[in-house]
């Protein structure tokens, strides 16, 4: 199983980005889906999540901002990122909660992290 995330980059204060991250692999599955980021210096955090069934949940600093969405047919966990602030500047992750085909187990796996870089 893999996640492999695309997007991220440097914006300006105000500006956009949007991150896509797809599970890839022999898989039955994708439960969860979510975004989480880690700031220099700071733990990592939940951004975002969705379940398969569409429910989401945001981390009270970016409600209102950030819109997480998936395509469950593509394996597929998008996040598009408006108004953004120099304090959303961070290594954004991909997780997703994934039943592999040879385990028929559920595992969390982890995508490799984006840069998002927000100037002032």
């Not at 492999?4 to 105000?14: D, E, K």
């Not at 980005?17 to 022999?26: A, D, F, H, Q, R």
């Not at 970016?62 to 969405?69: A, D, H, L």
């Amino acid at each position: 199983v893999q996640l492999q995330a695309f997007g991220g980059g440097l914006v300006q204060s105000g500006g956009s980005l949007s991150l896509s991250c797809v599970v890839s692999g022999s898989i039955v599955g994708v439960n969860y889906m979510g975004w989480y980021r880690q700031a220099p210096g700071k733990q990592r955090e939940l951004v975002a999540g969705v379940t398969k069934e569409g429910v989401t949940n945001y981390a009270g600093s970016v409600q209102g901002r950030f819109t997480i969405s998936r395509d469950n047919a593509r394996s597929t966990v998008f996040l598009q990122m408006n108004t953004l602030k120099p304090e959303d500047t961070a290594v954004y992750y991909c997780n997703a909660q994934v039943r592999a085909r040879a385990t028929w187990r559920l595992g969390h796996y982890w995508g490799q992290g984006t840069l998002v870089t927000v100037s002032s």
